[in-house]
């Protein structure tokens, strides 16, 4: 793949993780060398997809943990990418300042250190969230937000009282690497920490690499759905929420309607269209900066009438929409206009393509009868 015919060498951090499994298996896929990082490589309950992987290219799994400074070197040592998609989980912080906010702040920082050190390591891609674009007050009218958007960080944390909690849309769906019981559940949220922690964290890699001259590119997904080579376990809050309306499964449901009321809209995103966006991104030399990766902006209510289209052979639970909460149309629109603009292009643009994945999920998972 490059010079001499050494392999390209990619790390992605936090490898047993949902979106990282996704990434690992096309990165191998393409002819990457790959090495990725979890807090306990022998914890099989977590990792055995990762061994699976290992037949599908050369795939190192190595020891590391966010918050110990120097952790990331081996892994970081000699690679061509690093994939940042590895996040602090804490569903249930009573101290989100101490408990989210700075180890999210620190864990960057210390792989941006194991890069600046490594001295081969061509760019870094930071998954970040839609988290940090849509938490700020909104007014009115039907509002377009992109890469400029930044979510409010002083009017969050100055309104904790009520605004502290938000929709916890990008980080069930992306980042989780175990499931937990939802704090405030009656509307599926978690602490609002969440959002700032992603902010902040983006910008402070931004600024170290700008200080040591590292080539550094954001991703902010939207909500994530689609098959996975990781435990089913790590992708049942989004495939279940994205299924409530067949299954009626009225906690999963308020999860969702939970992301329209904290969103504006219903924004969807396939995790192989978010994984090749990340590749994209960090083989296009001309890629800088952030870029949101969103296929569809849609509603509650738009997909309940999709899928009664789509799939007559379940009935609709359209009770659940009367709970209240919901849209009739989005007011906000996540764009991905600078992303198709410099040539990326999505595979799956549509609901119908989107939920044929999805529904073969619920299929195999049982949520779904065949």
Known sequence: MSGGG????ACVTGGNGYIASVLIKMLLEKGYAVKTTVR????????????????????????????EEGSFDEAVAGSDY????????NLHSKNPEKELIEPAVRGILNVMRSCAKAGTVKRVILTSSSAAVTGRPLQGGVHVL???SWTDVEYLTANKSSHWVIVTHNYIVTHLNVLSPFADDEHGTMPQGYGVSK?????????????????LVSVCPVVTVGAAPAPATKMDTSLHASLSLLSGDQAAFRVLRGIEMGTGCMPLVHAADLCRAQMFVAEEDAAAGRYICCSVNTTIVEIARFLADKYPQYTVKTNLLSSGGVLEKPRVSLSSARLLSEGFKFKYETLDEIYDDVVEQGKAQGILPN
């Open 6 to 9: 050494r392999k390209k060498t």
């Open 40 to 67: 306990n490589p022998d914890d099989m309950a977590k990792n055995s997809h990762l061994k699976d992987l290992q037949a599908v290219g050369p795939l190192t799994v190595l020891r590391a943990d966010l918050l």
């Open 82 to 89: 690093v994939f940042q998609v590895a996040a602090p989980v």
């Open 146 to 148: 992109d890469e400029k």
């Open 199 to 215: 902010v902040l964290a983006e910008k402070e890699a931004c600024r170290f690499a700008e200080e040591h001259g590292i080539s």
